[in-house]
């Protein structure tokens, strides 16, 4: 049970993981979640928050 737990977790981001994934400032992160390109997910009553690792790479993904 743990082990699911646990690769759920690596599913997700905070944003300054998000940012160093991406090779971004955290604040382009930010700014995406700001103009609704990038869902935020949040925690404890919205203190934590976490992006989705596929919805990080299909927004920074370039297209041909």
């Known amino acids: 049970m743990k082990k699911k737990t646990i690769e759920r977790f690596k599913e997700v981001l905070t944003p300054t993981e998000a940012a160093e994934y991406l090779g971004v400032s955290r604040r382009t992160v930010d700014r995406a979640a700001e103009d609704g390109k990038l869902n935020k ?3 404890n ?3 934590r928050v976490f992006y ?3 919805e990080l790479e299909k927004l920074f993904t370039i297209e041909d």
Do not use: A, D, S
Request: proline share 0%; glycine share 22%; hydrophobic share 10%.
């Open 52 to 54: 989705k690792k596929e």
């Open 41 to 43: 997910y949040r925690i």
């Open 45 to 47: 009553g919205g203190q």
